[in-house]
């Protein structure tokens, strides 16, 4: 009887693990954040930007919509453009931005970025700052970027 117990607990663990590997997982450790980084552009700015890679593994489409964070009074999902004259000009990106399942986008500078406005202090290098992700479909995702003024 004790062994039939022991099997049957083993197949319970085999099948718990197994379906937790599998690709149908959908829970939200499938967003990966790759070379996070923030910085302002003078220490007395009272805005900064973040630069990352973010990639969709969840199983399914999704869009970022908002982010936010206690370092600024808000955070905004920003982009640059160039127009016909080579003229940079920055603008909110009202839509989100999509991310497809098995896809990445790079937030990067001269592009899309992460926007904080209102800083209350300047950024000290190595500062680690607490971000939330709002997505559609996932609803909230904690990150960390780090505060780096040599990139």
Do not use: C, W
């Amino acid at each position: 009887m004790g062994i039939v117990v022991l099997f049957a607990a083993i197949a319970v663990v085999i099948a718990v693990v197994s379906v937790k590997m599998s690709p149908l997982d959908k829970s939200k450790v499938g967003f990966r954040v790759e070379e996070p980084y923030l910085r302002s552009s003078l220490p007395t700015s009272k805005s900064a930007a973040a630069f990352l890679v973010l990639g969709n593994q969840t199983g399914e489409d999704d869009r970022l919509i908002a982010a936010r964070s206690e370092l600024s009074g808000r955070v905004e999902l920003h982009r640059h453009t160039q127009d016909a004259n080579g003229v940079m000009s920055m603008s909110k990106i009202e839509e989100g931005v999509a991310l497809a399942d098995g896809e990445s986008h790079a937030f990067a500078r001269s592009g899309d970025h992460l926007m904080f406005i209102g800083l209350d202090a300047p950024l000290t290098q190595g500062q680690l700052v607490q971000v939330t992700l709002v997505f559609e479909q996932a609803g909230e995702i904690e990150i960390t970027i780090p505060v780096d003024h040599n990139r």
